[in-house]
């Protein structure tokens, strides 16, 4: 007779605990005790589930004490499985766990159970084997049929103990065997054994099960982490948005005001994420605490406040999603999550919904360039910030002029308390000839009421500016353009689209403050200065010189980047996009220091292995391991992974959408399940940041003086 083997393999966690006691053992107390544990349920299958469109599960008291029955849904996880995270769950032994998967009509298919303990305030992890409810009647079962393995408690300290359980049935007698590839098992040939934890601080171990008859095996496998760890906490946050208005006549001290982000009350709440085994994660649900002190799952309170109860200790992945649909992923430790972000002016702004039509009526420019010669708008209060449209409108030599100007932007929002900066930009030469544009002009205007979807016109008189501003040039460009290798595929790189070298000065209320509104919106230029690429190295014995207007409050940053355009089109489209990997850095000014790159670019970027700088031919996994090696020159803070997806939109043109921003510091991430979508095009942008911003505590919080450096992938497919 030929011996019949099957193995199947499931990733279960067991996390090491260095801070924990009191849980080995027995791993569970007796059911009369008020204390309840949590039950991370996976459920899977060695059949064909194709069918299953729903499952659920039932967890009874079994033979302890009564109490009602939980009954719940479980959620679709990869690969082809179901799994929930179920908490509040009465601690004990022998607990009762039935699960039924449904087909589209509502019928019974496939029904599975076990036994397991519930350790108090810890985690069990189980997994359920579903067979079918009805077998075809010429089903012959030669080999063992494994119906459950659980782990109780999920959370060990290193050297503590924890429970092994199996369930298997056979026609004939079973043989049990259980191995483990770190750690020792007491009784390895029974159904239940415990296994006792190595005493190391990190770690994976594979422990597999094995039920056998004459007539063949099964083996079932499960990856234990060993994690150094603290007890289950509660991670506890808020959404705030910090605006930051212009500070009231004679003051220069910000004015911020706090407030609930807009989207808390539309938006699920965060949930904190492990993974557990290479491609296997649990999902610990957040929400907020009722008034009565219950927890309520999935929201944030109106205040803007969640809590996500029940991680253990140590290393997590915080995963939220914002207004736009953009699924944020972030490496956190703290169990205190400042989840706010930064805007410059008030609270009332919103987006624009008509145009609005304002004539502007310059008098005193600057004798007109055109084609080189720029004029800029900006209020912070009411986040405008635009460049006036001049190609038709101001001819050469002018200096007086009018400018039809059909604003998107929110200037009905524009009090009459608000101050509209208004500046002229125009090319300049230093005493070696070398021409940059720099600001000689400029205008405030006040009092103004404007309604959106109205017209409005407004008398401009532009004042000269003394040229108080320094920037002081000691630039090779070479060492920027060492690094393009790194930056982009060579394939997608185009010529000409954007300028390559960059230095200029911008300036933007509390613009240089730790953590701010960095250049929320955009920003005013001052001077600006650009080189082609393949230009030499270059100092300037004479500062650049620009004029300066703005109040105390406004801080002027120093950017220098490098800038490579690169060309992306979806299938189907009839036209592509263009995508800009940069190389930069911005600091506060006066910035005397050489213009050297502060990071460069990561290296050897790869997906599941195969380098990330051509276009995947293959398909990659719904959720692929994107690894890559540190920058050549630089510390990164950390590094920002923001993968987009390609397609046509409806007019036939290319249309990107960021789907997934991962933060981390870490060196490779390993996508969770339901980044991806299968058969979609994508591409990857990997940003290496040196920043003051705090990442564990704040990582929306960013501040504007930072350097960055991309690398932008080749396209992928799932």
């Known amino acids: ?92 032994r022998l607990r009762t766990i039935d699960v039924t998967g449904y087909d589209l009509n509502g019928t019974p298919v496939l029904r599975g159970g076990a036994n397991l303990d519930v350790s108090p305030q810890g985690i069990t992890t189980i997994t359920v084997l579903l067979q079918p409810v009805s077998p075809p009647s010429n089903t012959v079962v030669s080999t063992p049929v494994v119906q459950s393995l659980s782990v109780s408690p999920a959370l060990v300290a290193p050297g503590a103990q924890a429970v092994l359980s199996a369930t298997a049935t056979a026609t004939e007698s079973l043989a049990y065997s259980w191995q483990a590839s770190c750690g020792t098992l007491s009784t390895p040939t029974m159904p239940s054994t415990l296994w006792t934890a190595p005493n190391v601080s990190d770690g994976r171990c594979e422990i597999s099960f094995t039920a056998a008859t004459a007539d063949g095996s099964t083996t079932v496998s499960a990856m234990v982490k060993v994690q150094q760890d603290v007890s289950l906490r509660d991670i506890a946050g808020q959404r705030l948005v910090n605006y930051w208005l212009d500070p009231p006549p004679g003051y220069t001290v910000p004015s911020v ?38 927890f309520v799952q999935g929201t944030f ?37 400042d989840l706010g972000y930064d805007l410059l002016g008030r609270a009332t702004t919103s987006a624009p919904r008509s145009f609005t039509m304002l004539k502007l009526t310059f008098h005193g420019l600057f004798a007109w360039r055109q084609s ?37 932007a929110p200037l009905s929002l524009i009090t009459p308390t608000d101050t509209l900066w208004l500046h002229q930009l125009t090319p ?24 959106e979807g109205g017209s409005s016109s407004v008398d401009v008189p532009m004042s000269g500016l003394f040229l108080t501003g320094s920037l002081p040039v000691s630039w090779d460009p070479t060492q920027f353009e060492v690094h393009l290798s790194n930056m982009a595929p060579a394939s997608r790189l185009l010529a000409g689209v ?33 080189l082609a690429a393949g230009a030499g190295p270059l100092t300037l014995t004479q500062p650049l010189a620009y004029g300066q207007f703005l109040p105390s409050w406004w801080k002027e940053i120093r950017e220098v980047r490098y800038a490579a355009a690169v060309a992306y089109r ?36 790869r997906i599941n292995g195969s380098s990330a700088l051509a276009d995947l031919a293959a398909p990659v996994t719904l959720t692929p391991t994107l690894s890559w090696t540190p920058p050549l020159l630089g510390a990164p803070s950390f590094y920002v992974l923001e993968i987009s997806q390609l397609y046509a939109g409806s007019d036939g043109i290319t249309v990107a959408t960021p789907v997934v921003r991962y933060i981390t510091r870490s060196t490779h991430v390993d996508l969770p399940p339901g980044s991806l979508s299968a058969g979609a095009v994508y591409f990857a942008r990997l940003t290496a940041v040196v920043t003051s911003a705090a990442l564990d505590s704040a990582p929306l919080r960013r501040s504007a003086i930072e350097a960055y450096a991309d690398a932008l992938t080749g396209t992928f497919t799932p």
């Open 257 to 294: 005001l706090a407030m609930p982000a807009p989207d808390v009350g539309v938006l699920p709440a965060p949930s904190a994420i492990l993974e557990t085994a290479p491609g296997s994660w649990v999902t610990f649900p957040g929400g907020h605490t009722a008034t009565d002190g219950s």
């Open 570 to 605: 979806s299938p189907g489209s009839t036209s592509g996009i263009v995508e800009v990997s940069q190389l930069g850095s911005r600091s506060a000014m006066p910035a005397t220091s050489s213009l050297n790159p502060v990071v460069t670019p990561p290296q050897a970027f």
């Open 1 to 92: 007779m030929l011996r019949k083997i099957s193995t199947i393999t499931f990733t279960l966690s067991a996390l090491v605990c260095s801070a924990c006691s009191g849980q080995g053992g027995s791993g569970a107390n007796d059911a009369g005790s008020q204390e309840t544990g949590r039950v991370q349920l996976a459920v899977g299958s060695n059949l064909a589930t194709s069918s299953v469109t729903r499952v659920t599960f039932s967890i009874g008291p079994g033979n302890g004490t009564t109490f009602a029955p939980i009954i719940g849904q479980l959620s679709p996880a990869e690969p082809g499985g179901w799994s929930g995270y179920l908490t509040g769950i009465p601690a004990g």
């Open 301 to 337: 309170d109106s205040a803007g406040s969640f809590v996500i109860p029940g991680v253990p200790g140590g290393a997590y992945v915080l995963s939220f999603l914002d207004a736009s649909g953009l699924r944020w992923l972030v490496d956190g430790n703290s169990s205190a999550i």
């Open 372 to 408: 080189v010669a720029e004029l800029e708008a900006s209020s912070s209060s009411a986040n405008v910030w635009a460049e006036v449209p001049t190609a038709g409108q101001i001819l050469d030599t002018n200096t007086d002029a009018q400018v039809l100007m059909p604003w998107l």
């Open 428 to 451: 300049m030469s230093n005493l070696s000839g070398l021409t940059y544009l720099g600001a000689v002009r400029w205008a405030a205007l006040e009092g103004l009421t404007l309604v």
């Open 498 to 530: 954007v300028p390559a070298h960059r230095v200029s000065v911008l300036a933007s209320p509390y613009g240089s403050t730790a953590t701010g509104p960095q250049l929320a919106g955009g920003s005013a230029e001052l001077a600006r200065l650009d």
